[in-house]
């Protein structure tokens, strides 16, 4: 089974090549031009053993805010691709992940059906600047876009924090865990598994 995908999106405000394998090793190499998000997306493709190269190139004079964004879109769109028919995966995914202070925990289903549910961060996480280029306000934009182009139901819970990167880091690795069960292979599973036969 090839669970890969490679896409390239274009637009006046970026443009991103991505590919990425479901079953690999959680090798990375990762370039948006903002560095704080790389981090993320590097730790990422660690956690959830899924391999990830992303070339970006945007407005990150204007801010990160649309290479965040359109990154994350592709990802959406190449972790759909890759699942296909979604035959014989976990479906499901729960992980809680510390990091020092901050505690948070990520919920996926592999449903197809896109929803998210995000909660817990301080409302001074919001305004924080971290490496000078990403938004506290963007972890959550992240998870929508990413989500809905994917087909997931997504639900994050911050716990505990009180550094905004540790803070964001703490939940990327949450999802990381999370998306990492839910589309492993199970050897028990026949076909879909959905009682109506198809996600």
């Known amino acids: 089974m090839n669970r890969t995908a490679s896409l390239t999106r274009r637009t006046s405000?970026?443009?991103?090549?991505l590919s990425l394998d479901l079953d690999g090793s959680g090798e990375y190499s990762v370039?948006?031009?903002?560095?704080?998000?790389?981090?993320?997306?590097?730790?990422?493709?660690?956690?959830?053993?899924?391999?990830?190269?992303?070339?970006?190139?945007?407005?990150?004079?204007?801010?990160?805010?649309?290479?965040?964004?359109?990154?994350?879109?592709?990802?959406?769109?190449?972790?759909?691709?890759?699942?296909?028919?979604?035959?014989?995966?976990?479906?499901?995914?729960d992980a809680m992940v510390p990091l020092d202070e901050a505690l948070a925990q990520a919920v996926v289903d592999v449903a197809g059906r896109p929803f998210v549910a995000h909660s817990g961060e301080p409302d001074a996480q919001a305004y924080a600047v971290i490496g000078g280029t990403y938004f506290g306000s963007m972890t959550q934009h992240v998870f929508q876009s990413l989500a809905h182009n994917a087909g997931?139901?997504?639900?994050?819970?911050?716990?505990?924090?009180?550094?905004?990167?540790?803070?964001?880091?703490?939940?990327?690795?949450?999802?990381?865990?999370?998306?990492r069960a839910a589309v492993a292979i199970d050897p028990r599973v026949q076909g879909v598994p959905s009682a109506k036969g198809s996600l």
């Open 13 to 17: 405000e970026s443009t991103v090549e």
């Open 152 to 179: 997931l139901a997504l639900h994050v819970r911050l716990l505990a924090g009180r550094d905004p990167h540790h803070i964001v880091e703490c939940q990327f690795k949450a999802l990381a865990r999370a998306l």
């Open 31 to 93: 370039s948006t031009g903002v560095r704080f998000y790389d981090h993320m997306l590097e730790s990422f493709s660690k956690h959830s053993l899924i391999d990830l190269q992303v070339k970006a190139v945007g407005d990150v004079d204007v801010d990160g805010h649309h290479t965040v964004e359109d990154t994350a879109i592709v990802l959406g769109q190449a972790l759909r691709e890759a699942l296909d028919d979604k035959a014989g995966i976990s479906r499901f995914g």
